[in-house]
């Protein structure tokens, strides 16, 4: 059976296509404005990528913030259900994720079959997910991409709020004026993000295995302050950006 | 009419429009109180009222104007009017639009009539004591303080004596703000009737028992303004009587209050007023009924502490006793036997920026019923009256995971 899982979040549309619950493929494109036209084109690319007619997708579900927009999908479910799903696909094993992406962070319990125990989202505040980054990547002027690798260069972290990403930013921009090094204003920006996701994932009660997933999983950094702050390791797909999407394709099988 | 609209009516309960009349005769007197010569006093919400009636003075609760500001949607200006005087908007919302309505002189029905006196109760929360003293200032009358100490676990004989001395104070009080004694006969009756009419409040949220329920927290949020602010009077008692006896026909000829019940949920704290509609279609969308809260039940929770034989000394103990102004671990048993009752299987918690007292011990109470009830929950973050804190996408996607998980244990 070839399911499809569209993934519409506030920064990035992702699909992926799995057949039997196997990755065919997956692809990741910025959600602009439209969000109903982003998940149309991102899924349409892919299927161009795998050579595919869409008629050979037999059931659809969608995730995500603008889930209930992609108007093909046979079924719009939350990106908390589909984080589960495709990181019990990923690895059985897991029982607690995290998923930090655009404009929340979640963090989620499963049990042994992969069902969602309990969940905490992010508050009304962007502090702890990737747009926080963004702005914070603004301020420094670098790139979001480097900032991992640059992290781990760091030996003294800058200590910077978490309650809120306005104040972090004008916080930021008094440390880069105080000469602070670039390494450490970001390992102190990690290790904000990682104390504002802790608390929220001791709430829910952190059991290990632990995966991540969401695009901000590919910051190492942000990885390895989590894993500090919480005293776990955590482990991290090459699949975790798409991981809702995944998850929303395994979902389709079930439909 | 559509099949649709049909459907719906056929779901309606009756006994709004009869509500909505004794509502509207009420304010009418309160807000002519001037001209027929009779006194109004502003009093919390969960303050002691029935020595009021027993002097026949209007309570008038600005609690109840806070939800009536909310549902009308008018909660997010005035609020930020308020901002802009200076309150805080970490400060309750109902406290800051009240305050804002009184120096405008708006809000809905053209605002509240003056109070004569104010009667503040702190069995809800600290912030009433300064509101109260704001407006005593600002009307400039008489105001009395009921202090209620907390009950962390049990009602101490201090707390016993200290509270029943203030009972004969409120009384003084009130004589000298009413220029008249009074009336120790008269307080025996409003007390049986404040008795009765609990009980049959706490029969009407009974029938939710049932399966499949006839009523909705949602409608207990409505049907809950007599049982605040005419308690005591016998136009309640009624009121409670027909309705349970609409409630009880319901449930005889299988009219259920959403479609298709499948799933029975348990709501916590104050219902984000500017949202009751959306919320309760979301809900009914998923199969869910919202069986009880914890809200709606403060107005008969003590009725165990209460003796309508002996009203001024039981109500002592029972406006000390309220689920405000007790230790969490106490409102846990509550919420453990509540869960039970209704037979739920989930638990939405409204985390209530506005109501810390509320708000605060709910992520113990929340891992209190995973664990002993093993049912899952959701928090959703709120201002009950303020809209301007509602993020709908970020609630719809709670709710509906939270639903996809219930769905999911089957
Ligand atoms: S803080 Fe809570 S209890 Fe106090 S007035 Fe506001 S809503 Fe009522």
Redo the contacts between chains.
């Keep these: 059976m070839i399911t499809a899982g569209i993934d519409i979040g506030s920064i990035t549309a992702k699909a992926a296509v799995l057949e039997d619950g196997r990755i065919l493929g997956s692809k990741v494109a910025f959600t602009g404005y439209n969000a109903r036209q982003a998940g149309k084109n991102v899924f349409e690319d892919l299927l161009r990528e795998l050579d595919m007619d869409a008629s050979s997708i037999e059931k659809t579900v969608s995730t995500g ?1 603008g889930r209930n927009s992609v108007k093909f999908a046979d079924k719009a ?5 589909c984080h589960g799903a495709g990181a019990y696909y990923l690895n059985p094993e897991v029982r607690s994720i995290i998923d930090v992406g655009g404009q ?1 962070s979640k963090v989620l319990t499963i049990d042994s079959d992969g ?7 992010n ?2 505040c962007a502090a702890g997910t990737g747009r926080f980054l963004e702005v914070m990547a603004r301020a420094l002027e670098s790139d979001l991409d480097d900032f991992g690798d640059l992290s781990l260069k760091s030996d003294k972290p800058s200590k910077i709020s978490s309650i809120c990403t306005v104040f972090a930013e004008s916080e930021v921009i008094s440390l880069i004026s105080k000469g602070k090094s670039r390494e450490d204003i970001i390992a102190g920006i990690h290790e904000s993000v990682a104390s504002r996701i802790s608390s929220m994932a001791r ?1 829910v009660g952190v059991k290990e295995p632990v995966m991540m997933t969401g695009g901000v999983a590919k910051n190492i950094g942000v990885v390895r302050a989590l894993e500090k702050a919480l005293g776990v390791s955590i482990e991290v797909s090459e699949f975790a950006q798409v991981n809702g999407a995944v998850g929303a394709a395994i979902m389709a099988m079930r439909l | 009419m559509t099949d649709v609209d049909k459907e719906k009516d056929s779901r309606k309960i009756k006994s709004v429009g009869k509500m909505k009349e004794i509502m509207t005769a009420y304010y009418i007197d309160a807000k002519t109180a001037e001209q027929t010569g009779k006194k109004v006093a502003w009093i919390t919400s969960g303050g002691p009222v029935e020595p009021l009636i027993a002097m026949d003075v209007i309570p008038v609760y600005p609690e109840n104007y806070g939800a009536m500001i909310g549902a009308s949607k008018m909660g997010g200006d005035l609020c930020q009017k308020a901002e802009e005087l200076g309150y805080s908007g970490d400060l309750c919302s109902y406290a800051r639009a009240d305050i804002v309505c009184s120096m405008i002189d708006g809000g809905p029905i053209g605002g509240l009539p003056k109070p004569d006196m104010l009667i503040c109760c702190n069995n809800i929360c600290g912030t009433v004591l300064k509101w109260y003293e704001i407006q005593a200032r600002y009307y400039n009358v008489p105001l009395f303080i009921f202090d209620t100490p907390f009950c962390h676990t049990e009602y101490a004989d201090e707390s016993r004596r200290y509270v029943r001395k203030q009972i004969d104070e409120y009384t003084n009080f009130l004589e000298n703000a009413c220029k008249k004694k009074f009336d120790h006969d008269r307080i025996k009756e409003v007390g049986r009737l404040s008795v009765e009419g609990q009980e049959l409040w706490q029969e009407v949220l009974d029938t939710a028992m049932n399966r499949p329920s006839p009523m909705t927290c949602f409608d207990a949020f409505f049907h809950l303004a007599l049982i605040v602010t005419l308690r005591g009077t016998q136009i309640a008692v009624d009121y409670y009587q027909s309705l349970l006896e609409e409630m009880k026909q319901r449930v005889a000829d299988g009219i259920s209050a959403i479609p298709n019940e499948r799933y029975r949920l348990l709501w916590d704290n104050l219902p984000i007023w500017y949202r009751v509609k959306w919320m309760s279609e979301k809900f009914a969308a998923h199969d869910a009924c919202l069986v009880a809260d914890t809200y709606t039940s403060a107005w008969c929770g003590q009725l165990k502490y209460m003796d309508g034989d002996n009203f001024l000394d039981s109500m002592a103990e029972a406006y000390t006793r309220i689920y405000l102004n007790i230790g969490v671990d106490e409102m846990i048993k509550i919420v453990l036997e509540v869960v039970d009752k209704y037979d739920v299987d989930g638990f939405v918690i409204h985390s209530n920026r506005s109501c810390k007292p509320y708000s605060l011990g709910q992520y113990d109470i929340q891992r209190a019923v995973q664990k002993e009830k093993g049912i899952p929950s959701v928090m959703i973050e709120s201002h009950m009256i303020d809209e301007r804190s509602f993020s709908e996408s970020q609630s719809e996607t709670r709710i509906d995971a939270f639903m996809e998980m219930i769905k999911q244990k089957g």
């Design positions: 913030y479910m939350t990106e908390i259900i929340d069902r969602v125990k309990d969940f905490a989202m508050d009304k709430r």
